[in-house]
Nanobody, 123 residues
Framework: QVQLVESGGGLVQAGGSLRLSCAAS????????MGWFRQAPGKEREFAAR????????YYTDSVKGRFTISRDNAKNTVYLQMNSLKPEDTAVYYC????????????????WGQGTQVTVSS
């Protein structure tokens, strides 16, 4: 079992920044790939970024590339999502997730999920 707890969401003006955190606990967390997903009202949950615990390899969806940075602190078992140059279309509930099925971008292939944190970007 893996437990994930997100924090760091809030309200920010367009062009601003936020940093989300995802604290992970449980056995062999380091064997998982960690992902950030987001879900806007009336839309499906979509992949934003992922990172491997072991090598720190990262991957981003095109819409956030160059603006968002995913990172991890192995000592704290925490994954971060630094979000810069935020746009109103980034408004969503952001979820942290974990998978042992490799380098995935599909939400149904992630086994553990946090409760989500709201990010609202005003224009």
């Amino acid at each position: 079992q893996v437990q994930l707890v997100e924090s760091g969401g809030g309200l920010v003006q367009a062009g601003g920044s936020l940093r989300l955190s995802c604290a992970a606990s449980g056995r062999t967390v380091s064997s998982y790939v960690m992902g950030w997903f987001r879900q806007a009202p009336g839309k499906e949950r979509e992949f934003a970024a992922r990172i491997t615990w072991s090598y720190g390899s990262t991957y981003y969806t095109d819409s956030v590339k160059g603006r968002f940075t995913i990172s991890r602190d192995n000592a704290k078992n925490t994954v971060y999502l630094q979000m810069n140059s935020l746009k109103p279309e980034d408004t969503a509930v952001y979820y942290c997730a974990a998978t042992r099925r490799g380098l995935q971008t599909q939400s149904y292939l992630y086994d553990y999920w946090g409760q989500g944190t709201q990010v609202t970007v005003s224009s």
